[in-house]
């Protein structure tokens, strides 16, 4: 920047008097001002470098400003620091600790410190030697529900009844019961082969009572009256919907495998209010999904009940695999 000139005296003027210093205001208007304050743009292809402010020298005696002093703190990163620090103190003392025990004799411990460990040493040693027994793990997000139609001795009432139900009955004597049971025990065995825990109950089971498990199926089978036709029939809760999607989703994986495995035809159309609103959902916990399956007719599809319980088993644990283990092939 240049000094402004000095005004000239007038002619009229004995002496001229003394004239003002006058400093301009300090430069501070950026370089571009189009541009960010601190950056400047070269070219529209390049990335906006940064630009650092020019320095001026000070004018007819402008003394420079005193830089601010900024106290400047850090406190996430002093406490990484300290964290980090007391990370590594403790992990340095834990190996130490470790050499020093793995080069100590035990004959270095007081003798009633050695007293004290010895019980806890003993059980060490018994559980390193112990064999771990393989179980399927008893718990209700690995247990499955698999009741048996009419099967068992407890009444409705909860009593005890003095001849066990065999539930619909053919007039040769081939009744629902023999094929419930079969089939459930059968299903069970597959299901358990696989690590589930599998409860085959009774009709009037006592442990249904907020019976919790990841699913539950009830077996049974349908009249022995001849209609002229065969099928099967499956559904679930009518009367909840807390997890009604759940119990949509197991209907479904029933149905699809019971159906290609059996070859048997659905009948929705002789779904009864007894199996939408069969005793059974409403004691079992409302957070366990739940499907009746009439696994067929005692009369028109007596062949497959009777002689092909393996069969009915599998197509049965299929569908229970196929909701529980949808990522399964």
């Not at 240049?2 to 007038?10: D, I, K, V």
């Not at 992990?91 to 003798?111: K, N, R």
Request: with cysteine.
């Amino acid at each position: 920047m240049t000094e402004p000139a000095a005004p000239e005296s007038s002619a009229s003027s004995a002496e001229a008097e003394p004239v003002p210093t006058v400093v301009p205001e300090r430069h501070i208007a950026p370089e571009f001002p189009d541009a960010p304050h601190g950056v400047a743009f070269v070219d529209d292809d390049e990335p906006p470098k940064p630009v650092r402010p020019k320095r001026h020298k000070p004018l007819h005696g402008d003394l420079p400003l005193p830089k601010p002093q900024v106290k400047q703190t850090f406190p996430l990163l002093t406490l990484v620091s300290a964290l980090r620090a007391i990370s590594v103190t403790f992990a340095a003392a834990v190996i130490a600790a470790t050499i020093f025990m793995w080069w100590t004799s035990p004959d270095f411990l007081p003798a009633q410190a050695r007293r004290d460990l010895a019980p806890v040493q003993a059980t060490a040693r018994l559980i390193a030697m112990s064999t771990p027994t393989l179980l399927p793990t008893p718990i209700w997000y690995n247990r499955i529900g698999i009741l048996a139609g009419h099967s068992g001795m407890t009444a409705p009432d909860g009593g005890r009844r003095e001849q066990p139900d065999p539930g619909a009955v053919c007039p040769d004597g081939f009744y629902e019961r023999s094929v419930t049971e079969a089939v459930a025990e059968r299903a069970a065995a597959i299901l358990r082969a696989r690590g589930y825990t599998v409860d085959v109950l009774e009709e009037f089971d006592p442990r249904l009572n907020g019976y919790e498990a990841a699913a539950f199926v009830s077996l049974h089978a349908d009249s022995c009256a001849d209609f002229g036709y065969g099928g099967y029939k499956s559904t679930y809760p009518a009367a909840r919907t807390l997890i009604r999607d759940q119990d949509i989703r197991l209907n479904e994986c029933i149905r699809l495998n019971y159906e290609s495995i059996t070859g048997l035809p659905f009948q929705p159309g002789s779904i009864t209010d007894n199996m939408l609103l069969y005793h059974a959902f409403r004691k079992i916990s409302v957070r366990t999904p739940a499907n009746i399956l009439e696994l067929g007719f005692l009369s028109y599809d007596r062949d497959l009940l009777q002689n092909q319980p393996d069969r009915l088993a599998l197509a049965v644990a299929n569908g229970i695999l196929c909701f529980l283990e949808p990522q399964q092939p």
